[in-house]
């Protein structure tokens, strides 16, 4: 089971130190929830710590043992993920090239990521770029026919 301990500690109104108070939180439904988070068909969602050690949004086998700074996939991005600044960039998941989001939560320090193909986010993009290449070749064949009947019109 992975855990969450936090401590904060609380003082009196004069700020003289009261005590602390501890919190151990499971992190199962956290993970549960991050395995489960899908955006499009090809997403994937992780959670790391500002270490770099996977949270939740991979195999259970690899939470908190293995470190995206030994991830090959992540050898050029890792420096900026672990950063604790927002961004985007690109890695290779096999031949796949992946764009990759990431932001740092809050005060945890903790990253998410969420990576897409590069292809799937295109898809749209290439569709409609096909569609309007098609059109303009449809307008420029009228255009073209009605030059050359208009042309051989005119001088009749």
Known sequence: MTMLTTTV???DGNNNFMGETTADINLNDLQS???SLKIGESSKAFLLTKDGYYIAGVDKSDIMKKNVKNDSKFSGISKSLLSGKSG?????DGNDKRVI???PIGETNWVLA???SQSKIYAPL???LTTLIALAL???ALISATIIVYRNYIPK
Do not use: C, D, E, Q
């Open 9 to 11: 500690p609380f003082y």
């Open 33 to 35: 929830v991050m395995g």
């Open 88 to 92: 985007n960039g690109y890695y290779y």
């Open 101 to 103: 989001y990431y932001i």
């Open 114 to 116: 969420i990576t897409m």
């Open 126 to 128: 290439r569709s409609l």
């Open 138 to 140: 449809i307008m420029l």
